[in-house]
């Protein structure tokens, strides 16, 4: 069976994508900044399961470390998914570089660095998926969190442009805009529950949609079209609102 790679480890939804793999008969190296968190899961999978599953460190913020990173995995993933992004607070970030600088590094920069180490990897060997969850709040800048979506909006672009170049190297780049979820990072946030996913709904689709090579998926359908009618308003009625 493949062995999947999973950035960012310690989220609710790579929890749920370690799980769905490992039934599945996957191995599994798990990256995260801090693998002791991961070690309840490892045992679990390991026993639960009968498949291989390491731990890694791996931070995403921290480029210079990533072609070590990849280099050092004891196996060659045959799928890669980066699953780590930053919220941040918008507020905090349009007086403080530090808050806007992390979340454009890890929502982008590091991001792009460590699947640039993948892609190449890949090309090399014709063959390979990789896999990047990245969030509906990219299509179109709101008020609210316009940092953190302009960072995902290039992180689209990205998996947009690396679809095309690794297209013909029998490489697959899946883009994942899974929608409002259920998670740690949206635990104090009002979500809307028939628009909110649970990270297992986003593992399955996931999981489905590698298998499947599709190209771009929205975990909940209707989010395409909601996206679509919010890409559409006209920018002159868009920027009055208070979204």
């Known amino acids: 069976m493949p062995t999947v790679l999973i950035l960012g480890a310690t989220s609710d939804i ?12 996957h191995s599994l190296q798990l990256a995260a900044r801090n693998v002791s968190r991961l070690l309840p899961l490892q045992s679990d999978c390991t026993i639960r399961y009968s498949i291989s599953c390491t731990l890694h460190e791996f931070d995403a913020a921290q480029p210079a470390t990533h072609a070590a990173f990849f280099a050092a995995l ?8 980066a699953v780590f992004g930053y919220l941040g607070q918008q507020t905090l970030a349009q007086s403080d570089w530090e808050e806007c600088h992390r979340i454009l590094q890890v929502n982008y920069v590091g991001a792009v ?3 640039n180490i993948v892609a190449d990897a890949y090309e090399a060997r014709q063959q ?3 896999a990047g969850i990245s969030s509906v709040a990219g299509e179109r800048g709101r008020q609210s969190n316009y940092f953190y979506g302009s960072a995902k ?4 672009a990205y998996l947009s442009g690396l679809r095309n170049r690794l297209y013909h190297k029998k490489v697959h780049v899946l883009t994942v805009q899974p929608g409002f979820v259920y998670t740690k990072m949206t635990e104090n946030m009002p979500l809307p529950g028939p628009l909110t996913a649970t990270p297992e709904e986003v593992a399955n689709a996931i999981a489905k949609a590698v298998a499947g090579k599709k190209n771009v998926i929205y ?11 919010i890409r559409n308003i006209p920018e002159s009625i ?5 979204l």
């Open 14 to 25: 790579a929890i749920a994508l370690a799980r769905k793999y490992a039934a599945e008969g």
């Open 153 to 156: 909006a290039g992180f689209t």
């Open 128 to 130: 390979g998926i990789i």
């Open 219 to 229: 975990v909940k359908w209707f989010w395409r079209w909601i996206m679509w009618i």
């Open 238 to 242: 868009f920027k009055k609102l208070k």
């Open 113 to 115: 660095s460590i699947l």
């Open 74 to 81: 004891p196996v060659f993933p045959d799928i890669t998914i």
